[in-house]
């Protein structure tokens, strides 16, 4: 398959062990410990991380520079923004495993009603992983403004 985008940057990482492993990025930036939790029937080891918390962690800075982004190119100032991203995982009725993604962002700058415009914006036509995760994952995006 043929990329549909124009490449700027590439990141690679390995995993050996899947959810009870290692992850690492090849430049070392990113390197954890994984186990998967004692609610997942796992042994939960203190310290370690999940998938979902590098996704959570990589879909909220995303979607905060989106968000700065938009808020840019509508003359607006977002970069205090503070983005929480939940995301959540659990049985889907079809099989298999799914996640749920809430995004939350604040910013006591802006009004609540500009910074929804702003941030549908950013979901809608910016952030990667929103694009990504479009019409396979639940993503809901609340907001807190002025």
Same mark, same amino acid.
């Given at each position: 398959?043929?990329?549909?985008?124009?490449?700027?940057?590439?990141?690679?990482? &390995?995993?050996?062990?899947? =959810?009870?492993?290692?992850?690492?990025?090849?430049?070392?930036?990113?390197?954890?410990?994984? &186990?998967?939790?004692?609610?997942?029937?796992?042994?939960?080891?203190?310290?370690?991380?999940?998938?979902?918390? /590098?996704?959570?962690?990589?879909?909220?800075?995303?979607?905060?520079?989106?968000?700065?982004?938009?808020?840019?190119?509508?003359?607006?100032?977002?970069?205090?923004?503070?983005?929480?991203?939940? $995301?959540?995982?659990?049985? =889907?009725?079809?099989?298999?495993?799914?996640?749920? $993604?809430? /995004?939350?962002? $604040?910013? =006591?700058? /802006?009004?609540?009603?500009?910074?929804?415009? /702003?941030?549908?914006?950013?979901?809608?036509?910016?952030?990667?992983?929103?694009?990504?995760? =479009?019409?396979? $994952?639940?993503?809901?995006?609340?907001?807190?403004?002025?």
């Amino acid at each position: 398959m043929i990329s549909p985008i124009k490449t700027l940057v590439t990141i690679t990482a &390995s995993s050996t062990g899947g =959810r009870n492993g290692h992850s690492a990025t090849e430049d070392g930036i990113v390197s954890v410990d994984l &186990s998967v939790p004692k609610a997942m029937g796992g042994p939960g080891k203190p310290g370690t991380a999940t998938p979902e918390h /590098l996704f959570a962690a990589g879909y909220a800075a995303c979607f905060g520079g989106a968000l700065d982004f938009v808020a840019k190119s509508h003359k607006k100032d977002a970069s205090k923004a503070t983005t929480t991203c939940s $995301v959540s995982i659990g049985p =889907r009725e079809a099989g298999g495993f799914g996640l749920a $993604v809430k /995004l939350h962002v $604040v910013d =006591r700058s /802006l009004p609540t009603a500009e910074l929804q415009a /702003l941030a549908n914006e950013a979901h809608e036509k910016i952030c990667p992983y929103s694009h990504a995760t =479009r019409d396979n $994952v639940a993503v809901e995006v609340t907001v807190e403004g002025a």
